[in-house]
């Protein structure tokens, strides 16, 4: 199950996820404990929800846009100093 469709799964559950501060972990919280099937398919897709709720996050932030480097008015300097490597 990919980390939408794993996402959906647990908000129509009754689910609430978030990312941490760092990005690195997903935060559940709900009314109730998690069942060990949802946390099992939660532990199996965490990478794949990560990932979701990054571009999420992304999208949210950029109005659904991920910009290119030739597509941002920055002093070139920039780039030099924070490339994408």
């Known amino acids: ?14 689910y609430e996820l978030a990312l941490s501060d760092n990005w690195q972990k997903v935060k559940v919280s709900g009314s109730s404990k998690l069942s060990a099937p949802l946390r099992a398919q939660l532990e199996a897709g965490r990478e794949d929800i990560l990932c979701w709720l990054k571009a999420e996050a992304l999208a949210d932030g950029l109005s659904g846009r991920i910009l290119h480097q030739g597509e941002v008015d920055v002093p070139s300097d920039y780039w030099r100093f924070y490339s994408n490597k």
């Open 1 to 14: 199950m990919n980390g939408q469709h794993l996402s959906k799964r647990l908000k129509e559950a009754g």
